[in-house]
């Protein structure tokens, strides 16, 4: 449980960074409730539909070499953007691929800091 909150956390930050940095995406507010919020949807959007999207689109991420994760990183943040509109808003498609890139950057080095969730416990076999 408290990786799931701590994976929000995450989340919202990420989205806090982006929004503040990139002039093609918005937040209507600087409420630390509407960051929480956008990064409740963008978590579910990304363990729903992302393995399913990914798994539909293996040819293609196999032969971008792994590109194509970035254009499927930009449409998840694109759809969170579609699901909260009066909140959440992306100019084009472009600003969510580069903001999908930059969360993806921030995600990896926040992983890193806090680590992995199986680390807690590991067998050590002789």
């Not at 408290?2 to 990139?22: K, M, P, Q």
């Not at 579910?44 to 798994?55: D, G, R, S």
């Not at 600003?95 to 800091?113: F, K």
């Amino acid at each position: 449980m408290a990786y799931l909150l701590l994976r929000l956390l995450v989340n919202a930050l990420s989205i806090a960074v982006i929004a503040r940095f990139l002039p093609g995406i918005y937040v209507a507010t600087n409420d630390l409730a509407a960051f929480v919020l956008i990064g409740l949807v963008f978590g579910v959007i990304n363990a729903l539909l992302k393995p399913i999207i990914t798994l539909l689109t293996c040819s293609l991420v196999i032969v971008t070499l792994g590109l194509f994760i970035l254009v499927i990183n930009g449409l998840m943040l694109w759809l969170t953007a579609a699901l909260l509109p009066d909140l959440f808003q992306i100019d084009s498609f472009d600003w969510a691929i580069l903001g999908g890139i930059i969360i993806s950057i921030i995600n990896m080095v926040l992983e890193s800091l806090i680590g992995d969730k199986d680390s807690g416990f590991k067998v050590r076999v002789n």
